[in-house]
């Protein structure tokens, strides 16, 4: 896939800027706060249609003006599609090749992209939040299904949460529990399961990619933490079974807390390199190489969902990797993935190891070339 231009009307700083993005790398480059960041985050709009920064859709519309666009040219396997999508008061518009989508997501994965930006390292070092998060989207983005499931298990939470609180101090009657447990045992194993299969999969390339990047001195390893010792069997009633025993065993501390304590509303990941967790023990630059390999396993998980690359964003990341992760980066993606990538100087990086890149310069919401 491959994004061959880009055009921006009223998008944060940029009044208007066209631009021919024909090249397989394409570097943005200019002091801080010229737009350059704006420049990715509109190509990761364009493709799902929101934020990377803000869920607030009125942010991106500049601020002398009420109604922002972003059009931008896709080529995929079978053509070239031409995406528009407009921000105003009244909501936001999407077009496919001229054509207005009733339902915007109809629109979303025309274009595919992966994002990789300074704040994606909490993914490493953040909160079990941030992780499961991370988890949530990337699954959600190659099956749309697991979000619809995610709302479903949310909604039984909270009502079996209301149940336990009221519960308390009187008791709770146990036909009322079963019923809860029963609907969050029945939509928690789902998701624990796709987390299942969508980590050993994320594992695989995981490994092999960061192995690329460290030349092969560092063994990355994912590791699914759930609530409770949930078995990877293929028979989901097995899961069921334990996800009930864990309740039980949880019951009295839930009535005392008001809360559901056992569930994939709690699981975490770990990350280990060589053996050692990366939350505790990582340096900064291997916690950042891990969460970048994260993130390079995903182009390649959307690739065996779709038939072709997505389109990677680095956002200001080059200058935190060393010369030689930088050029195993650039060597292993540059012939096969179209990158945009966001810098404020090129000393470094190693230009030489660049085929076939074009240079932008950034200045107060214009672009050269
Ligand atoms: N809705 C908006 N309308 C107009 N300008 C905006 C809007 N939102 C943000 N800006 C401006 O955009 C600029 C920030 O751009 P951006 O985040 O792309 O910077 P950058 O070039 O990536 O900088 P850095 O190198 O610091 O990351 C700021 O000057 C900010 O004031």
Redesign the pocket.
Known sequence: MFLKSIELQH???YERVELQTDSQVNI?I????????????AIFVLALSKSHRTSKDK??????SDTARIIGEAERKYGTVKLELAFSGQGKKAKINGLEQRKLSDFVGTLNVVMFAPEDLEIVKGTPGIRRRFLDMEIGQVQPGYLHTLQQYAKVLVQRNNYLKSAYPGGAQQAMLDIWNAQLVEYGVKIIKKRQNFIKRLQKWAETIHAGITAGTEQLEVQYKPSFEAAASEDESVLFEQFMIKLSQVKEQELRRGMTLAGPHRDDLAFYINGKEAQTFGSQGQQRTTALSLKLAEIELIREEIGEYPVLLL??VLSELDRNRQTQLIETFQSKVQTFI?T?GLESVDIAKLQDASLYH?KE?SVMR
């Open positions: 998008y944060r700083n943005f200019g002091p801080n706060a010229q737009g350059k960041t704006n420049l990715l985050e942010e991106l519309i500049g601020w002398q956002d200001d966001t404020t950034v919401g």
